[in-house]
């Protein structure tokens, strides 16, 4: 199902959409979702951060807590679907708090480029159009069919062909899904759209034919994270193919310069260790996007291998690296157990 009826878990008694935001003048994507949520069976709420938690200051309880009375809300009746577009890496931690507060309810995080990345609002009201066109039901489906065929054989073997070879995921690990209608007490980073694996029975080559995204992970590692983004663009000109042993980088190879400065600005250890394979379906992340850490060049359709940070962004950010880094290449083939899955060009 399209838009955003088909992301939102409604039909639950007495829905509401609590749309967080924590930039100025963001009445216009709100209204943007007032407009598409119409005359659908949920009453909307916004909470504006913008307010809180600046100039380093931490966000408290006081900024972001619903008033139940306020909204005409009873919390042990309402099912809370929270959609936080976030740009300040304070404010993680109030919707954190705000999740715990939900007994039934589930929450969409719409990552937007942190302040220190250059965030602005034209980049609020891209992801939202996004998340407003993306397909669901259709995710629904190709992770259906994905997880069927994983279940075809234990241990399972994920083949996927980039243009030097072959990167083997094999083992009994499961893969997560992050795609679809939203269930009850689900957490979820958005656009999303794909089936991820996180462990390191990897194995083979993988070649980054499309660009990047590097997402920090605190405002101190942003300069790193800028310096990688201006290099997003040239990989479809110099694609770096990764050689991966046991889940961790042997080598960046590539015919121009593009291999050898990612290796040297990922020289420290903690970007050896692939954190994440991810299959992304969104066809709603039509195409990549270099300018800007556009957080939908994750789901745009084919394969991206993670390094760094955390694969999971709901627990703390891992100590030794503090940018996560997708490298995506859009042309792909996939077999799952031997069964196609995904065939890009
Ligand atoms: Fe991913």
């Excluded at 838009?3 to 963001?26: A, C, K, M, R, Y």
């Excluded at 306020?70 to 809370?80: C, T």
């Excluded at 190709?142 to 997880?147: C, G, I």
Aim: aromatic share 6%; glycine share 10%.
């Amino acid at each position: 199902m399209v838009g955003i009826e088909g992301l939102l878990n409604l039909g639950q008694p007495l829905h509401t959409t609590v749309v967080v935001t924590d930039f100025d003048d963001s009445d216009r994507v709100v209204a943007t979702f007032r407009r598409a949520l119409g005359r659908m069976p949920t009453k909307l709420v916004h909470l504006d951060l913008s307010g809180a938690g600046k100039d380093g200051g931490e966000t408290k309880a006081g900024d972001w807590a619903i008033d139940p009375a306020a909204h005409g809300l009873n919390q042990d009746k309402v099912y809370l679907s929270v959609l936080a577009l976030l740009c300040r890496h304070g404010s993680l931690k109030a919707v954190r708090q705000l999740q715990e507060t939900i007994p039934r309810g589930d929450c969409a995080r719409l990552e937007l480029p942190s302040v220190e990345m250059g965030f602005e609002l034209s980049h609020a009201m891209k992801m939202a159009d996004v998340i407003l066109s993306a397909d669901y039901g259709v995710q629904d489906l190709a992770s259906d069919t994905f997880f069927e065929r994983l279940a075809l054989n234990a241990p399972y073997r994920v083949e996927i062909s980039t243009p030097n070879g072959m990167l083997l995921v094999s083992g009994s690990r499961p893969w997560f899904q992050l795609a679809g209608r939203l269930v009850d007490g689900e957490s979820r980073i958005l656009p999303g759209g794909e089936v991820a694996y996180t462990g390191s029975d990897i194995e083979g080559v993988f070649t980054v034919t499309g660009g990047l995204l590097a997402t920090p992970e605190a405002p101190e590692a942003a300069p790193l994270a800028r310096a990688l983004t201006r290099l997003s663009r040239r990989f479809e000109h110099d694609p770096v193919t990764m050689t991966i042993a046991d889940g961790q980088v042997m080598a960046f190879e590539s015919k121009g310069p593009l291999a050898g400065t990612l290796d040297m600005l990922l020289r420290g250890a903690g970007y050896r260790q692939v954190t994440e394979v991810g299959i992304s379906f969104n066809t709603a992340c039509r195409t990549l996007i270099h300018d800007w850490p556009a957080s939908s060049n994750e789901g745009c359709p084919g394969v991206h291998l993670g390094l760094g940070g955390d694969p999971d962004p709901e627990q703390e950010p891992a100590k030794e690296s503090l940018v996560h880094i997708d490298l995506i290449s859009p042309t792909v083939l996939v077999l799952v157990n031997g069964k196609p899955f995904m065939k890009l060009a």
